[in-house]
């Protein structure tokens, strides 16, 4: 199977706004869930959001609630988060990863393939 490759992390002040994407080929990945996650230094990885194969439902994470949006474009094999208002605390690596079946999707072990991650820093 190939890994998720995700992209478009960087560093940006607080209150602007960054989208990462992940692109993810391959029948596996255009017929699963995908998630986001991410990692904070010293944390656990939490659950960010996730989209259906179709993407007509989406879950999120409470504290991106209004915030954050998943989205994917099957046709190009890309799921994105679109990131607002962004916090210093949403400073993480985020990960892109396919749900393995589990109905669990806010559980990091219900995902088997991982992307190496992207680095989303937000200054002061």
């Known amino acids: 199977q190939v890994q998720p490759v995700e992209s478009g992390g960087g560093l940006v002040q607080a209150g602007g706004s960054l989208r990462l994407s992940c692109a993810a080929s391959g029948r596996t990945f255009s017929s699963s869930t995908m998630g986001w996650f991410r990692q904070a230094p010293g944390k656990e990885r939490e659950f960010v959001a996730c989209i259906s194969r179709s993407g007509t439902v989406t879950l999120y994470a409470d504290s991106m609630k209004g915030r954050f949006i998943i989205s994917r474009d099957s046709a190009k094999n890309l799921v994105y988060l679109q990131m607002n208002d962004l916090k210093v605390e949403d400073t993480a690596v985020y990960y892109c990863?396919?749900?393995?079946?589990?109905?669990?999707?806010?559980?990091?072990?219900?995902?088997?393939?991982w992307g190496q991650g992207t680095q989303v820093t937000v200054s002061s």
């Open positions: 990863a396919r749900a393995s079946g589990s109905d669990d999707y806010y559980s990091k072990f219900s995902y088997d393939y």
